[in-house]
Nanobody, 126 residues
């Protein structure tokens, strides 16, 4: 069982930056972690994912070049650095985790993840 807690959300002006953190219990080096977001009235969408060792990452096109996902397994934490934020990035951001035997694996669909954090609100004003 893995417990996840996000932090770092808040209100920021367009063009600003935020750094989200996902703190995990258990043995995070065994888990792939993904970030998802859900805006009001919209479905949950994939944002970014990182493999168990951090070797591989993958982003949705909307955030490519602006967001960076990283992990510090010694600190049981995965980060999502978000730069040049725009109003379209306003959403509740959640991290999710799942185990994987393949150290290079990553996943982009919500139903591929087993564990979820409660989420943190990110609001970008124009």
């Amino acid at each position: 069982q893995v417990q996840l807690v996000e932090s770092g959300g808040g209100l920021v002006q367009a063009g600003g930056s935020l750094r989200l953190s996902c703190a995990a219990s258990g043995r995070p080096s065994e888990y792939v972690v993904g970030w998802f977001r859900q805006a009001p009235g919209k479905e949950r969408e994939f944002v970014a994912t990182i493999s168990r060792t951090g070797t591989r990452t993958y982003y949705t096109q909307a955030v490519e070049g602006r967001f960076t996902v990283s992990r510090d397994n010694a600190a049981n934490t995965v980060h999502l650095q978000m730069n040049n934020l725009g109003p379209e990035d306003t959403a509740v951001y959640s991290c999710a985790a799942r185990s994987a035997l393949n150290k290079l694996a990553y996943y982009i669909r919500p139903n591929e993840y087993f564990y979820w954090g409660p989420g943190t609100q990110v609001t970008v004003s124009s």
